[in-house]
């Protein structure tokens, strides 16, 4: 196997999984509190923050990764406070890495979480505050376990992009081996590099049966859980 | 325990201004959809927050927008009977069943899992899914469920207007059964005359978001003005003792006195019931009638004639049974110069009386 690939390249791979772990468990109640906000919030500003979480989708990824530069860099106002109050620095780390792929993330955990909690029927809810629940004990006992098929299909494509980003990523915290070279950066660098293109290859086809099992396993679970919900 | 609501709310053009009391057994909020009936229900659960009103269950203020109390829904202690069930679909019968129990107050009186599930015929259904139930048991766990929750009033919300005849035939004797069992006030909406007949001890009848009538059942309905399809579905409402059932599948009661002589009715000599009579059945005649197929006669005094809109006239008779109505055309109405405080014989055929209009009393 270590042929197969140089240890740099497995470096990126265990990178790329450790960014898009991360990425993943950091957007699951982000992403979740705010698709909640979303679907069933009547509050100001509500067309605001719906276009705030889309904003990675739509901008160019590496306006995404300059905003984060601006915002979260060692120079940046909420980059220095992260460092001076927990003493976590994002910069040219993989830490940045991982909240690059997060935010690239994040419209779309929202989106699969905001349509799957718009399908859950409000009177169902209504039913169990009659009962006796308060809204949070309603979100966790009739709200959460009927939205966890679009929460699954969320995570994945969460993981997914975490293992793929590549804008924000390199410009947020440039390609540095072992430290912020995910999979895609590393691919990069090997088309870049003379004799590079097989190792390049080979990683894609990795990156590409990754990605594949993530959505397989998502699959077989939401089915498990919608055979639950619809079922005898 | 009394129910008191005094409400005021505005949705758009229609307006709910609504008062009246629910004393002990089954209040039935009566009138055509849209007369503000689960507005009503909906403001008692909290579920809608009126413009004003006082909504106070027993010594418990649910809501008083002048002193500024808004309980929340979860506060408010009510078993809520939906319209179409509302069961959670991801868990088991026994779980939707438990619901409510979970957060009930530790303390609070409470019925028996076993009972209920006893009282509702649910025993080989605790371990299904809602998905696979069909609509009446879907049902008879939505009751269920409400009981289970501790409390202190049930509201239900047309609980059987998604199900047809024979379900409903299965679940109205589990709500006559509440009624009787459970000391908590029930506030019921309908809009069927034989559902509110069999059920109500109290009836409110609505129209536009305002109360026309309340009072005892038999009293209110036998006032045609309130009824939501007007003369065409009015009827009485009698209360009657079983006193044998005959080889030839007759019935005997008796109703202050009076014999009538039903189809097999589903009670044991003793019991008593409650009969609607619906109007349309009832013929009147002058002299008690001989050599009639029609086997029940009750003599009265006239007590109103009620013209209606169209050729027909609602006759009101007190007799010795209670209060019946007469449907009759105006024009025999005046040709057998009928007048209030006459004596006429109301005569009723067996077969009139509808197996769902009888119910237990």
Wanted: net charge positive; proline share 6%; hydrophobic share 50%.
């Amino acid at each position: 196997m270590t042929d197969w690939l140089s240890p740099a390249e497995w470096d990126a791979v265990r990178l790329s999984l450790r960014v898009a772990f991360w990425a993943t468990l950091i957007n699951l109640p982000v992403g979740i509190a705010l698709a909640y906000a979303l679907a069933r919030g009547r509050f100001p500003g509500r067309g605001l923050l719906n276009v705030a979480v889309h904003l990675p989708l739509i901008m160019p990824p590496v306006v995404t990764g300059y905003l984060l530069l601006l915002g979260f860099g060692a120079r940046g106002p909420i980059g220095a406070f992260f460092e001076s109050t927990f003493g976590l620095s994002f910069a040219f780390r993989w830490t940045g890495a991982a909240l690059a792929a997060g935010v690239m993330a994040l419209p779309f955990m929202v989106r699969a979480v905001r349509l799957s909690i718009e399908a859950v029927d409000p009177r169902l809810e209504q039913a169990a505050a009659t009962l006796g629940a308060s809204r949070l004990w309603v979100f966790l006992t009739v709200t959460f376990p009927l939205i966890i098929p679009g929460i699954l299909a969320g995570t994945v494509l969460t993981f997914a992009k975490g293992m793929g980003e590549f804008g924000a990523t390199i410009t947020f915290v440039s390609n540095i081996p072992g430290q912020t070279q995910t999979i895609p950066l590393a691919i990069d660098l090997l088309l870049e590099t003379p004799g590079g293109e097989g190792r390049a290859a080979r990683l894609a086809a990795l990156s590409i049966a990754l990605a594949a099992s993530a959505l397989a396993l998502s699959e077989w679970l939401s089915r498990r859980v919608a055979a639950r919900v619809g079922g005898q | 325990m009394m129910l008191d609501v005094a409400l005021r709310h505005s949705l758009g053009a229609f307006t709910l201004d609504a008062q009246f009391r629910a004393p002990p057994g089954v209040t039935v909020l009566f009138g055509r959809s849209g007369s503000g009936k689960t507005s009503i229900v909906n403001a008692v659960a909290g579920l809608l927050m009126p413009d004003q009103g006082r909504i106070v269950s027993g010594d418990r203020v649910l809501l008083d927008t002048a002193a500024g109390v808004r309980l929340k829904p979860h506060g408010r202690r009510l078993g809520y009977i939906f319209q179409e069930g509302r069961l959670f679909p991801h868990l088991t019968v026994r779980q939707n069943l438990c619901y409510g129990a979970w957060f009930a107050p530790k303390g609070a009186a409470r019925a028996d899992l076993a009972q209920v599930v006893d009282l509702l015929g649910l025993g080989a259904l605790l371990d299904r899914r809602p998905g696979a139930l069909s609509g009446g048991e879907k049902q008879r766990v939505a009751i269920g469920r409400a009981l289970l929750s501790a409390p202190q009033l049930i509201l239900a919300d047309e609980p059987l207007a998604a199900l047809d005849e024979a379900r409903k035939a299965e679940i109205l004797p589990y709500f006559e059964r509440l009624r009787d069992a459970a000391g908590v006030p029930i506030l019921y909406v309908s809009h069927s005359a034989s559902e509110v007949a069999r059920l109500a001890t109290t009836v409110v009848a609505l129209e536009a978001g305002r109360v026309i009538a309340q009072g005892p059942a038999a009293e209110v309905l036998s006032n045609p003005a309130v009824l939501p399809t007007g003369a065409r579905d009015a009827g009485a409402v009698l209360s009657a003792r079983v006193i044998a059932h005959h080889d030839d599948g007759l019935s005997e009661l008796s109703a202050g006195g009076i014999p009538l002589f039903l189809p097999r009715v589903a009670a044991n000599p003793g019991a008593s019931l409650r009969i609607r009579i619906a109007a349309h059945d009832v013929i009147l005649s002058h002299t008690r009638p001989e050599g009639l197929s029609a086997l029940n006669i009750l003599p009265g005094l006239i007590h109103e004639i009620r013209p209606g809109g169209g050729p027909g006239a609602i006759v009101a008779i007190d007799t010795a049974a209670g209060r019946i109505l007469s449907r009759v055309t105006r024009r025999s109405a005046t040709t057998m110069g009928l007048a209030v405080g006459q004596d006429v014989h109301a005569v009723v055929k067996a077969v009139a009386v509808a197996a769902t209009d009888i119910g237990a009393g």
